[in-house]
């Protein structure tokens, strides 16, 4: 869009850091877990520091990107950027500073942008700048029992974004509804920019031999004769009924679940342990998005049922590359999937296993998904999204 773009993370890099060091400790720091700092004893130096921070703001850092850190391992792991600025700890400060004190935490950036786009609804808030944050969905509001958040805390900080934020961005007209039943004074402030997808390689048939070979050779697969789902596994993504239906269903294709533990539910997954052993799944867990996007183009369909979704970026990438979709109702799905799309009721097991056997069988069907799949997914081309998030920006400004 010929916007500059800073991007600020929250490790533990300072002032205090050399700045010979800071480029180290960002690369460091970006292939590391998480680690929670211990938060300081009363009237300690550092803790009169942290709370002179929440007063007055938090100050970011830069940290020059030089090259001299060999960083190519981490191209798929960086956004695009001009900048990077670091405020030490941040999330973690600013989670701290709105739960004792129902205030979003300020932060202060040398030549701030016109705009703070912050991607996650966050209780922080940049000086200089208009603050817009984004929010994908209300689960934690709409599906109480799939999540494991604070509820109050959520509600809380949900409340006070729709009070403070220059504008709120959300994702679809679904999640658009959903957040006006909770927030309607919210209305003018609130934008549907939709979400887009730029996929790092072809999307057309031109690699289908590269596809079949990459397949085999890392994952034993064969090209159209396996079933793929793709996504964290948690219950709002319904996968504990995929699993069940999936295992009812009278198909020789493999089901390829790919996707981390975000909340092991034994009720979810007590399925699951019997299909990997029968070898009707396979479980992968991380893979780099070239990989994943060979087993996407490769799939005979790919199955994404779930209870809720903000979006649905699965369902976008697959039709993306012309592969068949069975997916459901709720939330944006819809939206998402068009016409081009089998749809199955996400709580009836029976529905969802019906659907897997109608994409296996119907040779028909699984050519007319792969031709209107493209079409579909034009809507939510890159140019497309720029326009809408043009307008939003403009609107703000």
């Not at 010979?20 to 803790?47: C, S, Y």
Request: aromatic residues 10%; contains cysteine.
């Amino acid at each position: 869009m010929g916007c500059g773009v800073d991007v600020v993370y929250g490790m533990n890099i300072s002032h205090q850091t050399p700045i010979a060091l800071r480029e180290v400790f960002f690369f460091d720091g970006l292939d590391q877990e998480a680690v929670a700092r211990r938060p300081p004893k009363p009237l300690t130096l550092r803790w009169w520091r942290d709370r002179r921070a929440d007063i007055v703001g938090h100050a970011a850092v830069d940290v020059p990107i030089t090259g001299r850190v060999d960083a190519r391992g981490f191209a798929h792991r960086l956004p695009a950027f001009d900048r990077i600025l670091n405020v030490p700890r941040l999330y973690h400060a600013a989670a701290r500073h709105f739960r004792y004190t129902g205030h979003f935490l300020t932060i202060t950036i040398p030549d701030p942008p016109d705009i703070m786009h912050w991607t996650y609804p966050l209780p922080i808030r940049l000086k200089g700048a208009r603050n817009i944050y984004t929010v994908h969905d209300l689960v934690p509001l709409s599906l109480p029992q799939t999540t494991l958040d604070d509820k109050n805390y959520y509600f809380r900080l949900m409340h006070k974004l729709t009070q403070e934020a220059d504008a709120l961005c959300t994702v679809s007209e679904a999640s658009r509804t959903e957040i006006l039943s909770f927030f309607p004074d919210v209305s003018e402030r609130l934008h549907n920019t939709y979400q887009s997808f730029q996929p790092i390689v072809s999307t057309d048939g031109s690699r289908d031999d590269d596809t079949a070979w990459e397949i085999e050779g890392l994952f034993d697969l064969r090209l159209g004769e396996f079933f793929l789902f793709f996504g964290s596994l948690e219950p709002k993504k319904n996968i504990g009924r995929l699993i069940e239906a999936f295992l009812m269903a009278r198909t020789d294709c493999p089901l390829v679940i790919v996707g981390a533990m975000a909340w092991k539910s034994e009720a979810e997954l007590r399925f699951l342990e019997r299909g990997v052993a029968t070898g009707r799944i396979r479980q992968l867990e991380y893979l780099p998005a070239s990989m994943l996007m060979a087993l996407i183009r490769g799939a005979r369909a790919v199955v994404f049922p779930s209870l809720c979704e903000g979006f649905g970026l699965p369902v976008l990438e697959a039709l993306s590359f012309g592969t068949p979709v069975l997916t459901s109702r709720e939330g944006a799905l819809p939206e998402v999937a068009g016409e081009a799309a089998l749809f199955v009721d996400a709580y009836d097991t029976s529905s969802i296993a019906a659907g897997i056997e109608e994409l296996d069988r119907n040779d028909a069907l699984r050519a007319k998904l792969r031709s209107l799949g493209p079409q579909q997914a034009a809507r939510f081309n890159m140019k497309r999204y720029e326009e809408r998030l043009s307008k939003m920006y403009e609107a703000v400004l």
